[in-house]
């Protein structure tokens, strides 16, 4: 942490860095960190989640006003190892997402946007292990390159898609995805796209597992900065099927998103029978306006 803050202690002293191997105290301290912890006679997995308790389980031993500055230590060192050490995270995020806390229909107490915001709860004293885990991984995958960000689209497509049945944990999958949209759409593109459609196959599962949807104004925004912002109409053929497939409510906010759905749910069912029944009732009225046309011509001719 000293090296990470600026201070440069005994092992590290000050000389002129501009002709070292390292370019700062902090990118040495960070390699013979590494070195150290690759170096010991345990699994990667063990070393990667005892990094992670250091903030979990140690908070006691971690001074809170310095609680940011621990997190972005831990994913500086973390994703700076090979990949069995960081994919720890993956774990945790599942864990949590499967915990009673996200998983059961029963309402929360609060605001859910309130508790999912780690540096207000942190502040109150009222912080959780899933805001933990949230500012965690945000920590860990802002450091990580874009070939370790790469795996969450897989990520969330076969490990985190089957688990997703409540709103509160497909809104605790946007906040932590949320975030790096735009490094996506500007580094990976493909990646982009896969994450949007996901989001949009989570909604799904949640909209048919769940009775009551108590948050579909900020579910629907979010959805549309995605698109106006990050993916267009590239995954236009993708999504629609799925808004065709979701209740009348949340059709009627997400009717922009598609061109087709435009329309309110009640005008496109009653358009889609129109369209299954014989046209009938389409000629008869133009008979009633032939016969009903004649009754003018006489009137015509007499004046």
Avoid at 6 to 17: A, E, L, M, Q, T
Avoid at 97 to 104: F, G, M, R, T
Avoid at 145 to 151: D, M
Avoid at 233 to 242: G, L, W
Wanted: charged share 15%.
């Amino acid at each position: 942490m000293p090296p990470m803050a600026g201070k440069s202690p005994g092992p590290f002293p000050n000389c002129d860095w501009r002709f070292n191997e390292f370019p700062n105290p902090a990118a040495h301290a960070l390699h013979v960190t590494c070195v150290e912890l690759m170096a010991l006679a345990v699994p990667g997995k063990d070393v990667g989640n005892a990094l992670l308790n250091v903030v979990l389980k140690s908070q006691p031993l971690v001074p809170r006003e310095n609680i940011t500055a621990w997190m972005n230590a831990i994913g500086l060192v973390i994703t700076a190892l090979p990949e069995p050490y960081w994919i720890v995270l993956h774990d945790r995020i599942v864990s949590v997402i499967s915990s009673p806390v996200l998983s059961s229909e029963m309402e929360w107490v609060g605001y859910p946007f309130q508790l999912l915001d780690f540096t207000a709860c942190h502040r109150s004293y009222s912080e959780m292990h899933c805001s933990y885990i949230l500012a965690l991984a945000h920590a860990v995958w802002h450091h990580s390159s874009i070939g370790q960000l790469s795996l969450i689209p897989k990520f969330l497509s076969e490990v985190l898609k089957p688990i997703v049945k409540t709103e509160f944990q497909l809104l605790y999958v946007y906040h932590l995805v949320g975030p790096f949209l735009q490094r996506f759409q500007q580094e990976r593109t493909r990646c982009m796209l896969e994450i949007g459609v996901a989001f949009y196959e989570m909604l799904q599962a949640v909209d048919q597992h769940s009775k009551h949807l108590a948050y579909m104004d900020p579910i629907c925004d979010f959805l549309y900065h995605i698109k106006y912002m990050f993916t267009g109409d590239s995954v236009k053929d993708q999504v629609e099927r799925i808004i065709c497939s979701l209740r009348p409510a949340m059709r009627l906010r997400l009717r922009f998103i598609t061109h087709i759905s435009k329309m309110e749910p009640a005008a496109a069912a009653a358009a889609s029978t129109a369209t299954s029944v014989p046209q009938s009732t389409s000629v008869s009225s133009p008979a009633a306006q032939s016969g009903a046309g004649p009754s003018n011509i006489p009137l015509s001719v007499a004046q």
